[in-house]
């Protein structure tokens, strides 16, 4: 199975950015179609982007439409999220995961889609 690890978060203003790295080892990221969730204290974990296999497509929460980008290096077996424009609400703990289909469906949006977790990396955005 597929181990993945979260790195990239920290405390950065409103309105800067941040680029998270989600490295996989164990098996290689290229069989995997991988998303980013988001999660606060008491709430569910939120979809935020997802991309395909071979990186050909993605998709996003409306939420991060226009400002977070995924995108993925198979060869460094690695997938990143970059975050512009970040805001207080963007605040939370931010996962990757790991999901054995080769296409997106309305679920690729929830987590019980993915059986394959990191631990997450905080993102904290000061207002």
């Known amino acids: 199975q597929v181990q993945l690890v979260e790195s990239g978060g920290g405390l950065v203003q409103a309105g800067g950015s941040l680029r998270l790295s989600c490295a996989a080892s164990g098996r290689s990221l290229s069989g995997y179609l991988i998303a980013w969730f988001r999660q606060t204290p008491g709430k569910e974990r939120d979809f935020i982007a997802a991309?395909?296999?071979?990186?050909?497509?993605?998709t996003y929460a409306d939420s991060a439409e226009g400002r977070f980008t995924i995108s993925r290096d198979n060869a460094e077996n690695t997938v990143y999220l970059q975050m512009n424009g970040l805001k207080p609400e963007d605040t939370a703990v931010y996962y990757c995961a790991a999901s054995s289909r080769s296409y997106f469906s309305t679920a690729s949006h929830y987590p019980t889609e993915y059986a394959y977790w990191g631990r997450g990396t905080q993102v904290t955005v000061s207002s």
């Open positions: 991309i395909l296999r071979s990186g050909g497509a993605t």
